[in-house]
Nanobody, 124 residues
Framework: QVQLVESGGGLVQAGGSLRLSCVAS????????MGWFRQAPGKEREFVAG????????RYVESVKGRFSIDRDNAKNTVILQMNNLKPEDTAVYYCSTGFYSGVRLAREDYNYWGQGTQVTVSS
């Protein structure tokens, strides 16, 4: 059973930074791509960032390019989302996710396992 546990959310002022962590268990972490999604109230869950199995390849939604950075530590079964220069529109519940692909995937349908989510609130 794959389990994903996120941490690191909170309340921050616009322009501030947060670092989200996700620890995975239940299978060989280093074989699979990881992703971060977010869901704001009244909106669909959207892809934010993804990283391939080795950490060499990453993808971002256009709105966070240059501000967010995804990384992974396969020795610690951990994926990180570093969020800088946060904006009020980044406010959402952030979810860690993984599936059965080794390469980065952008579609929600390609992810099979989800964490419980962590709230990020950015005040103006």
């Amino acid at each position: 059973q794959v389990q994903l546990v996120e941490s690191g959310g909170g309340l921050v002022q616009a322009g501030g930074s947060l670092r989200l962590s996700c620890v995975a268990s239940g299978r060989t972490f280093s074989k699979y791509a990881m992703g971060w999604f977010r869901q704001a109230p009244g909106k669909e869950r959207e892809f934010v960032a993804g990283i391939n199995w080795s950490g060499v390849s990453t993808r971002y939604v256009e709105s966070v390019k240059g501000r967010f950075s995804i990384d992974r530590d396969n020795a610690k079964n951990t994926v990180i989302l570093q969020m800088n220069n946060l904006k009020p529109e980044d406010t959402a519940v952030y979810y860690c996710s993984t599936g059965f692909y080794s390469g980065v995937r952008l579609a929600r349908e390609d992810y099979n396992y989800w964490g419980q989510g962590t709230q990020v609130t950015v005040s103006s």
